[in-house]
């Protein structure tokens, strides 16, 4: 079944304690983004990679880093977390460019306390 | 930042009601999608509009891109409950800006 799965699905840390989410995809898309969305604010891009080891920030990327070393994975890392980081988070695969449907993974809600 | 306003931010509509959606931008925009979010769940791809003044139908769902490809709506015939969600747009200015969203809930 083609998907795209989180880990962890929810998550309480403490501000400070480095944490990552992963994401991975089995439809061999090049395109992967991180988003994060807030209520009133709506979904934001953080990163975005186009391909192994090419990444860019997106809207939205203070505290955050991404890696990209393999096509199907896309974690992204939050090396001190802060309580503004507390959100829903959504990693998306496309096959690339624009014009490709985006297909989401279940989402992570993250608290930051 | 973003160019592209969605409105309304809210709506709620009695089962059988009709209900729209708008995403209006100062620029021109190469193509626009549109996003359903159950609530508790992800956004989910519904349709891509490319071509200027393109109208797309799913069932009771119309899709329309305006001629100028600045405005974009998404109108649903009669609504049910099971349309209850938020409803987004989704372009691209180099990366990718999601509309601030439409919820709607639908009363039975």
């Known amino acids: 079944e083609a998907q795209v799965t989180q880990n962890p699905r929810y998550l309480i840390t403490v501000t400070g304690k480095k944490l990552t989410v992963t994401c991975s995809q089995n439809?061999?898309?090049?395109?992967m983004s991180w988003y994060r969305q807030d209520p009133g604010l709506g979904l934001r891009q953080i990163y975005y990679?186009?391909?192994?080891?090419?990444?860019d920030k997106g809207d939205v990327p203070e505290g955050y880093k991404v890696s990209r070393k393999e096509k199907r994975n896309f974690p992204l890392i939050l090396e001190s977390p802060s309580p503004n980081q507390t959100s829903l988070y959504f990693c998306?695969?496309?096959?690339?460019?624009?014009?490709?449907?985006?297909?989401f993974g279940p989402g992570t809600r993250l608290t930051v306390l | 930042g973003q160019q592209v306003m969605q409105i309304p931010q809210y709506q709620h509509v009695q089962e059988g009601e009709d209900f729209t959606t708008y995403c209006n931008s100062s620029?021109?925009?190469?193509?626009i999608q549109w996003y359903k979010q159950r609530p508790g769940g992800h956004p989910v791809f519904l349709i891509q509009l490319v071509k200027s003044g393109e109208v797309k139908k799913q069932k009771r769902l119309t899709f329309q891109f305006g001629e100028a490809k600045k405005n974009s709506s998404l109108h649903i015939t009669a609504t049910q409950t099971t349309d209850v969600g938020t409803y987004f747009c989704?372009?691209?200015?180099?990366?990718?800006?999601f509309g601030s969203g439409t919820k709607l809930n639908v009363k039975p």
């Open positions: 998306a695969s496309t096959p690339g460019g624009s014009y490709n449907e985006q297909f």
């Open positions: 989704l372009y691209n200015f180099n990366k990718f800006y």
């Open positions: 990679s186009m391909n192994v080891e090419v990444t």
């Open positions: 620029t021109t925009l190469s193509n």
């Open positions: 439809m061999n898309h090049e395109y």
